[in-house]
């Protein structure tokens, strides 16, 4: 059975590193390998069908197209190389797919951008690995090039950021990429535009809420998937978006405080970084 799209709330859930094994400070990422595997089989036994970002953008924008009866958009963001050892090998048992954002500047490589967290040294994609996972159905998006809060870059810098993903991406798949990523989830109307004009459909942010047929294609609402969040936690998220009304509103209320800091802060980090 299906549903028109128009009466729909559809959770996009948001997933980092499948791993055991995370630096203290990197621990909200990473979510085991044996609890990714439970949160697929409940998806499974309870009829979720998961589309891509990219699925979920075209089928909504026709007036009378419909979506599955259950849908849920599965994201994964940087890259990280256990998406291709744990994360796949899942999705596969399934027949999944789902949409997965890389940072160009660091496959083949380590999570440089990661070295206050402590985790530099936590392995990244290949871009072998990147075209098999591409060619298993998975979508590939962009999540800029080096990984940056891009809403406190100069207009070049983060426009570069941005083109430069997307030229990386097609160049190494052959094919166009579709959806965008924003580092950190932050954004603003200038992001956005950026985005959009270098030839990207939509974009994800976090938001901690569902989306819907009415949200904005450029700031799609995501819902964190923390490495505590149990079975009973993501049918919470399905449903009701959040588990918590408390958590809730205390992540959207310091969002805007938190972006006046960092904007605020900003010039003088790249002052001291060089740049």
Known sequence: ?????????????????????????????????????????????????????????????????????????????????????????????????????VTTAFVNGTSRWLQREGEATRPILTWNQVAEICAAGIECGGHSHCHPQLDTLPYFRARDEIVQCKRLLEQHLGQEISSFAYPYGYHTATIKQLVREAGYTSACAVKYEMSSESTDAFALGRLMVEPNTSVDELTALLTKGYPSVVTTMYKRARTPVWRIARRFSAPVIQHLQGG
Do not use: C, W
């Not at 549903?3 to 990197?26: D, G, N, Q, T």
């Not at 940087?78 to 796949?88: C, I, Q, R, V, Y």
């Open 1 to 101: 059975m299906v549903v028109p799209s128009e009466k729909k709330k559809v959770p996009i859930l948001m997933y980092h590193s499948i791993s055991e094994h995370a630096a203290p400070k990197f621990k909200p990422f990473a979510v085991s390998p044996t609890l990714f595997a439970e949160h697929m089989a409940y998806l499974h036994q309870h009829a979720y069908t998961p589309i891509t970002v990219t699925q979920l953008i075209n089928t909504r924008s026709k007036g009378s197209s419909v979506l599955p009866e259950q849908p849920v958009v599965l994201t994964f963001d940087d890259g990280f190389a256990d998406f291709f050892t744990e994360a796949l090998p899942v999705l596969q048992r399934y027949g999944f797919t789902a949409t997965l954002y």
